[in-house]
């Protein structure tokens, strides 16, 4: 069983950055996507940014295009989604997920907040 962990999640003003790490206790040979959803309160869980474990190709939702960047560090099957440029519509919680031959493993989810 896949155990995912996020972390570094908290409260930043609009125009801050966080950066949010996951760790996944697989071994990468079995991993082959990581990334970020995120659910507003009262909405449904959205897309945000994934990178494919075998040649490190990346996706990125329209709305954080250019602001966020997901990133991977093999040695510790561990990706990063650095937040720039954060507004309060960014504010939600976020969850992290490995695909893998035997499904989806989600984390527990981070929490966000971009106020003033």
């Known amino acids: 069983q896949v155990q995912v962990v996020e972390s570094g999640g908290g409260l930043v003003q609009p125009g801050g950055s966080l950066r949010l790490s996951c760790a996944a206790s697989e071994n990468i040979f079995s991993i082959y996507t990581m990334g970020w959803h995120r659910q507003a309160p009262g909405k449904e869980r959205d897309f945000v940014a994934d990178?494919?474990?075998?040649?490190?190709?990346?996706n990125y939702a329209d709305s954080v295009k250019g602001r966020f960047t997901i990133s991977r560090e093999h040695a510790k099957d561990t990706v990063y989604l650095q937040m720039n440029s954060l507004k309060p519509e960014d504010t939600a919680i976020y969850y992290c997920?490995?695909?893998?031959?035997?499904?989806?493993?989600w984390g527990q989810g981070t929490q966000v907040t971009v106020s003033s």
């Open positions: 997920y490995a695909d893998t031959p035997l499904g989806r493993y």
């Open positions: 990178l494919l474990w075998s040649g490190g190709r990346t």
